[in-house]
């Protein structure tokens, strides 16, 4: 099927290739079911066709399953008996295994490349979202970023954006006569945050060097796709995390990659795993970011495909948005299910040979109900499909071989030693300690100052006023010297009270004498 992706077989014997179409592959799509109805062996195989096809593939591994792509299938695996007769059934004529081009990725940097992101590319909205920031606190957080591009501020890393932060607590009068008012509750409230972040292993993800774009979205020497895998398992621990640098991911790439209209086959797919954690108690500022991101993606050449249990986890204007779709079987075992069902039924371009609610609820382990866009991008009609066997190596692979693997990428070494260049950390630290030194500097002065003033006063009382002879001396001594004083003294006690005491008592005898 040339400019295809061959997805299975449909029709009534399962003898009718349904593929999809590489032109249209960039109108995006939905993949869907409950847990164990093989929704993670149909994101294999898309994979493995897109890069055949010479498409580069971006997904998350969210099992440790996926990593098998890098291998291939063998004749001895306990399923291969089981997967030939599909093919055969299904009319997939030249089926074989088969390794395809992989690059793995770790956020934490133990099961692949580590792959990083800076602060200011992060911004303030996804960091928000991150951190689980209030209303006021996002206000806050704002004004932080906008200081720092002000005053020329690099936010690369964590401790740059928590130094930031106490520069702007110490500033914080200043700065909410010109921005609005920052709290010190408000910035308590996101170094908190950060420390929980950082905790999670979250600081990570921020630094040098960053991810390059280009470094995703790499063939190999025969033209094959290159498949990145990140590895998820242990991301799942901090959900928000994994769904808020993925949301990174698809932002960057709408942001930096050029508008190509509609080429015959996407620059790259991207996949997204686990979708509803994107939106669960998302804000609707965060949803709308996510809608105008899938709607205008399409034109950069990125196809994007949500990976979840119910299309229910993704909002009404996004979930109209993906035309190419794959739904695996759903249960219906509440009142809510079976609602859900109903909508997701009502969905498709009915099929008269069979219901489509009861297809979406009947369908077995790889098997599903598909839709593609056919001509002039209209969906097709639905059918019952019978999912193609993988090529590659169904299951995780050894620890061993993925070492081997990440050694000899073509980007082995450039991610991993970490880079620290100067930064708000450094420049503010530097500030602080100049200012230090200056006020220590002025401090002295100012002692010095002191002392030499002080000691001027010293040598001033000392050495003041005319020295005078000892006959000059003794001659002023001994005519008003002793004298003097011995007079001051009487007329002290004269004032006082026993002083009065005697004045009256002779002036009484001497009128009494009378």
């Known amino acids: ?23 249209y592959a960039n109108r995006h799509g939905l993949v869907a079911g409950a847990t164990g109805t093989g929704k993670t062996v149909t994101l294999q195989i898309m994979a493995e066709s897109f890069a055949a096809q010479g498409v580069p593939v971006f997904l998350s591994d969210v099992k440790g399953d996926l990593s098998g792509l890098a291998k291939a299938g063998s004749e001895g695996f306990k399923l291969h008996d089981a997967f030939t007769s599909r093919a055969e059934k299904i009319g997939f004529d030249d089926y074989s295994y088969g390794a395809f081009p992989v690059t793995f990725w770790d956020l934490y940097g133990d099961q692949g490349h580590p792959i990083r992101t800076t602060v200011s590319e992060m ?31 690099g936010l690369l890393d964590l401790k740059d ?55 995703i979205m790499r063939t190999d ?14 991301l799942m621990g901090a959900p928000r995390l994994y769904a808020t640098f993925l949301l990174w991911l698809l932002s960057e790439l709408f942001e930096e990659l050029p508008e190509v209209g509609d080429p015959d086959k996407p620059k790259l797919v991207f996949f997204f795993d686990e979708a509803h954690l994107l939106f669960d108690d998302a804000p609707k500022a965060l949803v709308d970011k996510v809608e ?19 299309p229910d986890d993704v909002p009404e204007d996004i979930l109209g948005q993906l035309g190419n779709r794959v739904q695996h079987a759903l249960r219906a075992f509440t009142a809510k299910d079976r609602r859900a069902l109903k909508q997701a039924a009502e969905t498709y371009r009915d099929n008269p040979r069979f219901s489509t609610e009861d297809a979406i609820r009947e369908v077995g382990v790889g098997e599903a ?34 070492k081997a693997l990440i050694d000899a990428s073509p980007i082995a070494g450039k991610y991993e030693t970490l880079k620290d260049r100067e930064s708000a950390y450094e420049i503010l630290t530097k500030r602080a300690a100049d200012a230090a030194k200056e006020a220590e500097e002025a401090e002295r002065l100012e002692e010095e100052a002191v002392s030499a003033a002080e000691r001027e006063y010293r040598a001033g009382r000392r050495y003041s006023g005319s020295k005078v002879g000892r006959s000059t001396s003794r001659r002023k001594s001994s005519s008003g010297g002793f004298g003097k004083a011995v007079t001051d003294v009487v007329i002290k006690e004269l004032k006082g009270t026993t002083g009065k005491r ?13």
């Open 1 to 23: 099927m040339d400019g295809t992706i061959f997805i299975g077989g449909g029709g009534e014997n399962y003898g009718e290739k349904q593929g999809l179409l590489l032109k």
């Open 123 to 153: 911004g303030p909205l996804l960091l928000s979202r991150l951190l689980e920031l209030t209303d006021a606190q996002e206000g806050v957080l704002n004004i932080a970023f906008r200081v720092a591009d002000e005053q020329g501020l």
């Open 161 to 215: 954006l928590q130094a930031l932060l106490v520069w702007v607590g110490e500033n914080a009068k200043d700065l909410s006569l010109r921005y609005g008012n920052v709290s010190t509750a408000s910035i308590g409230a996101i170094q908190r945050a950060l420390l929980v972040l950082e905790n999670q292993g979250g600081h990570k993800l921020f630094g040098e060097p960053a991810l390059e774009l280009s470094d």
């Open 221 to 234: 020497t025969d033209g094959r796709g290159r498949i990145s895998i990140l590895a998820s398992d242990k």
């Open 292 to 310: 105008q991101v899938a709607r205008l993606i399409r034109s950069k050449g990125v196809g994007v495909y949500f990976v979840t249990q119910n």
């Open 369 to 402: 109900v598909t839709s593609f866009l056919e001509s002039k991008g209209a969906p097709g009609v639905v059918e019952r499909t019978l999912i193609r066997p993988p090529s590659s190596q169904l299951g995780p692979i050894e620890k061993s071989e993925r």
């Open 502 to 514: 005697i004045v009256r008592g002779i002036l009484g005898s001497l009128f009494k004498g009378r």
